[in-house]
């Protein structure tokens, strides 16, 4: 999936009135060409140009984790608008609804995961017609800026590489509408970039010192994570079955409970937004066998900040892989 990373300006070109002397008997034919000819000019040369905005950019977010990020770095030059806020909400069985689409087709900007994991907010952006002013949203897909490709995993906030990327070039986006607030913008954008400099710090210092720790997952949801801080994630397949919704092959079903009753994964990781009978039974062999259990989610928690929830996501990470073996 590509990034559709697209601006269109209206154009506006007011000619100003003529007076209405000018059309007088008394004028000749050919001055009142020459005159018109001067002022169509005039506008054109010096009044067409892209509509800018004049106030706080319409921003919508199909997720909150990139809707509060949006939000540190717009700050007051946007006005923010999520669709998806409730973390008990699935976000890969969302309905949007009829308010949504209205939402996005007033919308300047629109912030979407992409990757497959948000379609729907693909099919309100398509049937979104031009605003009022006649331009169409920019549609920013962390998917397509991360240079995502089918088959990689899409639970993009657990990489702090693909958040810079997108902090960066929704500030850009920005600066393309606001042009007279680039500087802000960029001054927010690098105060958020600098915060995520001790989370960078904390991840490299697990990698140092757990790189290559055996672990397990219900889901690929922490995937991105456990490779940027060295743990070897185990099962896969079984993972991928699980967040499809279709049954695990019975040789996975069997490799990943082997894992856990023999111990030869340290942390077992569990999508605290889904539950159902094979991960219930997951999470009772690890606590069985004297695993630690880490629950993780997929949405950004009411009232906290983007930093602060990966910060406490790596906090219960350290915790559990520094306990010993039972």
Same mark, same amino acid.
């Given at each position: 999936m590509k990034a559709r990373y697209l601006?269109?300006?209206?154009?506006?070109? $007011?000619?100003?009135?003529? $007076?209405?002397?000018?059309?007088?008997?008394?004028?000749?034919?050919?001055? =009142?060409?020459?005159?018109?000819a001067v002022l169509l000019s005039w506008a054109l040369a010096g009044a067409c140009g892209p509509a800018r905005a004049a106030g706080p950019i319409a921003v919508v977010a199909a997720e909150a984790v990139w809707g509060d990020i949006a939000r540190q770095v717009g700050g007051p030059d946007v006005?923010?608008?999520?669709?998806?806020?409730?973390?008990?909400?699935?976000?890969?069985?969302?309905?949007?609804? $009829?308010?949504?689409? *209205? *939402?996005?087709?007033?919308?300047?900007?629109?912030?979407?995961?992409?990757?497959?994991?948000?379609?729907?907010?693909? =099919?309100?952006? @398509?049937?979104?017609?031009p605003a009022a002013n006649g331009a169409r949203p920019v549609l920013l897909t962390v998917a397509g800026l991360a240079g995502w490709r089918d088959g990689d995993n899409t639970h993009f906030w657990y990489d702090?590489?693909?958040v810079r990327t997108f902090?960066?070039?929704?500030?850009?986006?920005?600066? @393309?509408?606001? $042009?007279?607030? *680039?500087?802000?913008?960029?001054? =927010?954008?690098?105060?958020?970039?600098?915060?995520?400099?001790?989370?960078q710090a904390r991840i490299d210092g697990m990698r140092g010192r757990y790189g290559g720790t055996p672990v397990a997952a219900s889901e690929p949801i922490f995937g991105l994570m456990a490779r940027v801080t060295g743990l070897a994630m185990r099962d896969e397949s079984f993972?991928?079955? %699980?967040?499809?919704?279709?049954?695990?092959?019975?040789?996975? %079903?069997?490799? %990943?409970e082997d894992d856990l009753t023999a111990r030869r994964v340290r942390v077992l990781i569990l999508n605290d937004q889904t539950a159902g009978p094979a991960t219930d039974r997951l999470d009772q062999l690890a606590r069985d066998a004297g695993i630690p259990v880490l629950r993780v989610g997929e949405s950004l928690?009411?009232?906290?900040?983007y930093q602060d929830w990966i910060a406490d996501v790596l906090d219960r990470l350290g915790q559990a892989l520094a306990r010993k073996p039972a």
């Open positions: 601006l269109h300006y209206n154009i506006v070109c $007011p000619v100003p009135a003529c $007076p209405p002397s000018l059309f007088r008997s008394g004028f000749s034919a050919m001055l =009142r060409v020459a005159t018109l006005a923010m608008t999520t669709i998806l806020n409730n973390p008990a909400t699935d976000p890969h069985l969302f309905e949007a609804s $009829p308010s949504d689409g *209205r *939402r996005v087709g007033a919308a300047q900007i629109v912030i979407a995961n992409g990757g497959g994991y948000d379609g729907w907010i693909d =099919r309100l952006t @398509d049937g979104a017609g702090l590489s693909d902090a960066t070039a929704f500030a850009a986006a920005c600066g @393309d509408i606001l $042009p007279d607030h *680039r500087t802000a913008l960029q001054a =927010r954008l690098h105060q958020f970039l600098d915060t995520l400099a001790p989370l993972q991928h079955a %699980v967040m499809n919704g279709t049954d695990p092959a019975p040789s996975d %079903v069997a490799r %990943v928690p009411p009232g906290m900040r």
